[in-house]
């Protein structure tokens, strides 16, 4: 695919199993974006990660975790219609319209829930705290976050209630028969004589993702205590003015067959990056892909890529970040920004994006831009500008922390 960049060697010039030519750094262009737009991301950084009914609910339904840590909230709880309903929904044998109609969350029945939910704190202060509880996580960044407090809660709340239904669309009403989703909604059942309002539908959603086999957007959590660890505690120590670049994002490549751990693009990729690591343009290399190819793999593309990195280039550990849960090119890009962000890394500064020359052309093409506006709501970026054939730059955008569980393997 032609580019516009010139005729900058690529990744398969320069990688060989033989030897390497050391990376010139001159090769960059300049990366010349409005420093003005920098994002305040003060709030989601101050965000204490809450811990919810499961590592899997606060990845898929971080607001519902939120109003889980409230206890003014204690007194909402499932015994109304809510609850009738996930008995009608135990008793439809795993019928699915049977048992979509007896969880799913209509749009008024979510409004009228979540202003319910939010008039339950009468306290200015305590209500001040649950808003900003609910901002601070960024699960509603597409939300109008200049509207009043009750406005944009009421509106966060119901959004996280009907998201319930859309994780529960996407993935398990079409991968459980009958008899594996009665079981789903027979354990929720038993469980939830005490639930809270929301507690029967995203639980059925969370148990038919489990029965599914379909969780794995929990699978590396918490990935600041494992897989993360080590990068994330040098971040502090860093003078990140002493690079052009806070940290170069690999998107992965997945293989085609389920025995190919590490597809030799994707490892092109990761050399490539390596080289501009090795020749001090960013202290960070951010390796982002999943499980992606073929559906169901056991490999995840930033796993591997980082296993790569340490074993053959020698890259330490503690200069490595994964994001082992995007799936497509848009979430790779917007998984990038909210693990850097709440990683503590600065706003000021741009990103490389580092691939091969076909990707990288896609990237900053406007087919993606239109396809993250499709997708996602948003470009999960302040600009994207050229710096190579392989290489481009961009500044974070803070709507990357929109939650849609509509995609629960990477909401």
Same mark, same amino acid.
């Given at each position: 695919?032609?580019?516009?960049?010139?005729?900058?060697?690529?990744?398969?010039?320069?990688?060989?199993?033989?030897?390497?030519?050391?990376?010139?750094?001159?090769?960059?262009?300049?990366?010349?974006?409005?420093?003005?737009?920098?994002?305040?991301?003060?709030?989601?950084?101050?965000?204490?990660?809450?811990?919810?009914?499961?590592?899997?609910?606060?990845?898929?339904?971080?607001?519902?975790?939120?109003?889980?840590?409230?206890?003014?909230?204690?007194?909402?709880?499932?015994?109304?219609?809510?609850?009738?309903?996930?008995?009608?929904?135990?008793?439809?044998?795993?019928?699915?319209?049977?048992?979509?109609?007896?969880?799913?969350?209509?749009?008024?029945?979510?409004?009228?829930?979540?202003?319910?939910?939010?008039?339950?704190?009468?306290?200015?202060?305590?209500?001040?705290?649950?808003?900003?509880?609910?901002?601070?996580?960024?699960?509603?960044?597409?939300?109008?976050?200049?509207?009043?407090?009750?406005?944009?809660?009421?509106?966060?709340?119901?959004?996280?209630?009907?998201?319930?239904?859309?994780?529960?669309?996407?993935?398990?009403?079409?991968?459980?028969?009958?008899?594996?989703?009665?079981?789903?909604?027979?354990?929720?059942?038993?469980?939830?004589?005490?639930?809270?309002?929301?507690?029967?539908?995203?639980?059925?959603?969370?148990?038919?993702?489990?029965?599914?086999?379909?969780?794995?957007?929990? &699978?590396?959590?918490?990935?600041?205590?494992?897989?993360?660890?080590?990068?994330?505690?040098?971040?502090?120590?860093?003078?990140?003015?002493?690079?052009?670049?806070?940290?170069?994002?690999?998107?992965?490549?997945?293989?085609?067959?389920?025995?190919?751990?590490?597809?030799?693009?994707?490892?092109?990729?990761?050399?490539?990056?390596?080289?501009?690591?090795?020749?001090?343009?960013?202290?960070?290399?951010?390796?982002?892909?999943?499980?992606?190819?073929?559906?169901?793999?056991?490999?995840?593309?930033?796993?591997?890529?980082?296993?790569?990195?340490?074993?053959?280039?020698?890259?330490?550990?503690?200069?490595?970040?994964?994001?082992?849960?995007? &799936?497509?090119?848009?979430?790779?890009? &917007?998984?990038?920004?909210?693990?850097?962000?709440?990683?503590?890394?600065?706003?000021?500064?741009?990103?490389?994006?580092?691939?091969?020359?076909?990707?990288?052309?896609?990237?900053?093409?406007?087919?993606?831009?239109?396809?993250?506006?499709?997708?996602?709501?948003?470009?999960?970026?302040?600009?994207?500008?050229?710096?190579?054939?392989?290489?481009?730059?961009?500044?974070?955008?803070?709507?990357?922390?929109?939650?849609?569980?509509?995609?629960?393997?990477?909401?």
């Amino acid at each position: 695919m032609p580019t516009d960049a010139g005729t900058l060697p690529d990744a398969a010039d320069l990688a060989t199993d033989a030897g390497r030519r050391a990376f010139d750094p001159s090769t960059l262009g300049p990366c010349e974006i409005d420093r003005g737009r920098v994002p305040d991301a003060a709030a989601l950084r101050e965000a204490a990660p809450s811990v919810g009914v499961s590592a899997l609910a606060d990845r898929v339904f971080p607001v519902l975790t939120v109003l889980d840590s409230f206890d003014a909230l204690a007194s909402i709880d499932g015994t109304d219609g809510r609850r009738a309903g996930l008995v009608t929904a135990a008793e439809c044998a795993g019928e699915l319209s049977c048992v979509r109609g007896g969880i799913a969350w209509s749009e008024p029945q979510a409004i009228e829930a979540a202003a319910t939910i939010v008039a339950m704190f009468t306290a200015s202060a305590e209500r001040a705290a649950f808003v900003r509880a609910l901002r601070a996580s960024g699960a509603c960044a597409l939300l109008d976050l200049g509207s009043s407090d009750e406005a944009f809660a009421t509106a966060c709340v119901a959004e996280a209630l009907l998201q319930t239904s859309g994780a529960f669309e996407a993935r398990v009403a079409g991968e459980l028969g009958a008899s594996a989703l009665d079981a789903v909604v027979d354990a929720v059942a038993l469980t939830a004589s005490t639930a809270k309002l929301w507690g029967p539908a995203r639980d059925v959603a969370l148990g038919g993702l489990v029965a599914a086999e379909r969780d794995g957007a929990a &699978r590396y959590e918490p990935l600041t205590a494992g897989e993360n660890a080590a990068a994330l505690a040098r971040v502090a120590s860093v003078d990140f003015t002493a690079f052009r670049f806070v940290a170069i994002v690999v998107p992965g490549q997945g293989p085609d067959d389920a025995v190919t751990a590490l597809n030799p693009a994707g490892r092109l990729r990761a050399d490539a990056a390596a080289d501009r690591y090795e020749a001090g343009v960013a202290p960070f290399l951010l390796l982002t892909g999943g499980h992606v190819h073929p559906d169901r793999t056991t490999f995840a593309e930033a796993i591997e890529m980082k296993r790569h990195l340490i074993d053959v280039r020698g890259v330490p550990e503690n200069a490595i970040l994964v994001d082992p849960y995007a &799936r497509h090119t848009t979430t790779n890009l &917007r998984n990038a920004t909210r693990l850097l962000v709440r990683g503590g890394f600065p706003t000021d500064r741009p990103v490389l994006v580092t691939s091969d020359r076909i990707q990288t052309a896609y990237i900053r093409s406007s087919v993606l831009a239109q396809r993250c506006v499709d997708e996602l709501g948003f470009p999960p970026f302040t600009e994207m500008q050229t710096v190579s054939n392989q290489d481009s730059c961009f500044l974070f955008e803070l709507r990357s922390f929109h939650v849609d569980a509509r995609d629960p393997l990477d909401p």
